[in-house]
């Protein structure tokens, strides 16, 4: 293989925009992290990557004539696939080491005279990059914790003032967590070097804001873990507390969790399941009867008021109470929280 052009993983990740970044390793290793904003074309699938891989344990050479045997009767409509993608942009190849699938697909592309480059170390040296500028980034900025039980919108109030130019952090989104165990069958979550590469992502694009706001979180969302810088300064953080009826938590959590189908209301029955480790016996029946009649709304008021809200206060971060508002109109609270940031954000003469 002769030598192909390279870009630096650091370099690329300042010029992204530039490039149509194209990942052509398996499904499989995409879906377990990948750079955002990249597309997966796989060279090989997952079967033909074991094969390949188990004859380079044994004979490397035979390996790579395996490879090319495997790729060759596909490789024109792959290149054609890889032009229809980029959009007029210079392609950027990784895979993950920047080995031979990234080489041989930019040997390719260059022979049909398409403009591509391979990504210097791969998908492994863009992971090493994110884990160390996690491990040593300094917060320079306050942060102001949005703090509330569960079903009192926190994660509304927050996209709004992210639209509105706040420089809000949706935690909960960029895990693709639902933020309640009854939520856990819907959506994707996230695997923690997909969130750890859009945090990287979301706190770059910030910039350097006067504060960041994000929703109370334990260390933990879900299966993901909270890098330390920022869960140290959510612990130190100033509060919003937002409160609502227990009416309207009720009805907006039946909204997002309530169970739409067969499907939902089994796995409503698997999470209450999955608590009955910590709740007594009594209030456990008590909830499987509900479910059983299907009283969705007195499942939830229950649920909320007998066990959830006792875990709030003793689950999340953030001290010294900078403001409290009242969720049951968002609008409002939307508001009254704008008001809370005017010593952060003061009004523009």
Sequence with gaps: MYPVSQVEVEDALNHLEEYCLVDVRTPGEFQGGS????????????????????????????????????????????????????????????????????????????????????????????????????????????????????????????????????????LEGLAGHQGSSFGGGRGQPRSQKDFDSLLLAALRALGAPPCLIVEGESRRIGKICLPDFLFRAMVRAPVIEV???????????????????????????????????????????????????????????????????RLYEHRLPGKGVLARVNSDDCPAAVAAVENALTDFFPPSS
């Design 35 to 170: 750079i955002p904003g990249s597309i997966n074309l796989p060279l090989f699938d997952e079967n033909e990557r074991k094969r390949i891989g188990l004859a380079y344990a044994r004979n490397q050479r035979a390996a790579k004539f395996l490879a090319l045997d495997i790729a060759a009767p596909k490789m024109a409509l792959f290149v054609r696939r890889l032009a229809r993608f980029s959009g007029g942009k210079p392609l950027l190849i990784l895979c993950w080491r920047g080995g031979m699938r990234s080489q041989a697909t930019v040997q390719f592309l260059t022979m049909a005279g398409l403009e591509g480059a391979q990504l210097r170390g791969g998908y492994h040296q863009y992971r090493r990059l994110v884990y160390r500028q996690l491990l040593d980034y300094e917060l320079d900025c306050p942060v102001i914790v949005l703090k509330g039980m569960s079903g009192t919108g926190k994660t509304e109030i927050l996209r709004r003032l992210a639209v509105k130019g706040y420089p809000a952090l949706d």
């Design 243 to 309: 409160g609502g009826s227990v009416e309207k938590r009720v009805a907006r959590i039946l909204k997002d969790y309530g169970p739409r189908d067969c499907q939902e209301r089994i796995e409503t029955y698997l999470a209450l399941y999955h608590l009955k480790g910590v709740l007594s016996a009594r209030l456990y029946a008590q909830l499987k009867g509900l479910l059983d009649s299907e009283c969705y709304s007195e499942f939830v008021a229950l649920i909320l008021t007998r066990h959830y809200d």
